[in-house]
């Protein structure tokens, strides 16, 4: 069972300022597979990038997702108001039951 | 718009059953495999259940295997999940999300809101 750590597990920044998060998987995940969300308080998450690198319906050009093999980023260009969230990654394994990293939340310095 | 609705949430005892379920609306229901996810108290997600378009293919996770039953009735745009023997560790906020796979790539692009269930004496 391939799992999923996510750092740092919290990231204190100030709107303007760029965010990095990162996903590390225990074995090699197919770009393809890979996929992040966000979620805010008391919201269902929100799919934000999908196949490692593609924004889903919607999403602002400031976010953007890379990376390969065992790890992976999820990159904030220029946090606005509105980012302060949780964000978590996720990989499809050999059956349709997703794994989910434990999260970053990103919080307001 | 395209929309999930979870339902059927609420306090129960340990050993006791609920079912919950998700109404679908805005798009081609019986044309997408389907997830429910849950999210304890304070934690992360956890995706526990799938059911393929027409129903025929079905996984569980570890945690829920024997004990949780996924359905679906397409005629009524709906998702069901069956929970027995409930424990306290099941405990969370139950969401139905719509299951993609365009292409290879495999995510969940449309989540409800979120039926939460308690799991107490």
């Known amino acids: 069972e391939i799992v999923l750590t996510q750092s740092p597990g919290t990231l204190s920044l100030s709107p303007g300022e760029r965010a990095t998060l990162s996903c590390r998987a225990s074995?090699?995940?197919?770009?393809?597979?890979l996929a992040w969300y966000q979620q805010k308080p008391g919201q269902a998450p929100r799919l934000l990038i999908y196949g490692a690198s593609n924004r889903a319906t919607g999403i602002p050009d400031r976010f953007s997702g890379s990376g390969s093999g065992t790890d992976f980023t999820l990159t904030i260009s220029r946090l606005e108001p509105e980012d302060f969230a949780v964000y978590y990654c996720q990989q499809y394994g050999s059956s349709p039951i997703f794994t989910f990293g434990p999260g970053t939340k990103v919080d307001i310095k | 718009d395209v929309q999930l609705v979870e339902s059927g949430g609420g306090l129960v005892q340990p050993g006791g059953s609920l079912r919950l379920s998700c109404a679908a609306s805005g798009f081609t229901f019986s044309g997408y495999n389907m997830n429910w996810v849950r999210q304890a108290p304070g934690k992360g997600l956890e995706c526990i259940s799938y059911?393929?378009?027409?129903?025929?293919?079905?996984y569980y996770a570890d945690s829920v295997k024997g004990r949780f039953t996924i359905s679906r009735d397409n005629a009524k745009n709906s998702l069901y999940l069956q929970m027995n023997s409930l424990r306290a560790e099941d405990t969370a906020v139950y969401y139905c999300?719509?299951?993609?796979?365009?292409?290879?790539?495999?995510?969940?692009?449309?989540w409800g809101k979120g039926t939460t269930v308690t799991v107490s004496s």
């Open positions: 074995q090699s995940v197919s770009s393809s597979y």
């Open positions: 999300a719509r299951h993609r796979s365009p292409q290879n790539y495999y995510y969940m692009d449309v």
């Open positions: 059911i393929s378009s027409g129903g025929s293919t079905i």
